[in-house]
Nanobody, 122 residues
Framework: QVQLVESGGGLVQAGGSLRLSCAAS????????MGWHRQAPGKEREFVADITWSGGSTSYADSVKGRFTISRDNAKNTVYLQMNSLKPEDTAVYYC???????????????WGQGTQVTVSS
């Protein structure tokens, strides 16, 4: 089992920045690739960003490329999502997730956090 706890969400004006953190505990953090997903009201959960266990490879949804950066610190068992140039359409609950096998769809992740709300005002 892996337990994931997100933090860092909040209310920010359009054009602003936030950094989300996800602290992991339980089984070996280094064994997992980590991802961030989000879900807006009335919409399905969607992939945002992913990082391999070593941090050597990252993937992003087209909607956030160039604005968001995912990173991880294996010594601290933590993964981050730096979000810059935020837009109102980025408003959602953001979830941290861990996966063992390859895949970027939400249903391909094995463990999930409870989520943190990000609200971007116009």
């Amino acid at each position: 089992q892996v337990q994931l706890v997100e933090s860092g969400g909040g209310l920010v004006q359009a054009g602003g920045s936030l950094r989300l953190s996800c602290a992991a505990s339980g089984r070996t953090f280094r064994a997992y690739a980590m991802g961030w997903h989000r879900q807006a009201p009335g919409k399905e959960r969607e992939f945002v960003a992913d990082i391999t266990w070593s941090g050597g490879s990252t993937s992003y949804a087209d909607s956030v490329k160039g604005r968001f950066t995912i990173s991880r610190d294996n010594a601290k068992n933590t993964v981050y999502l730096q979000m810059n140039s935020l837009k109102p359409e980025d408003t959602a609950v953001y979830y941290c997730a861990a996966r063992l096998l390859y895949g970027l769809r939400p249903d391909q992740y094995n463990y999930w956090g409870q989520g943190t709300q990000v609200t971007v005002s116009s």
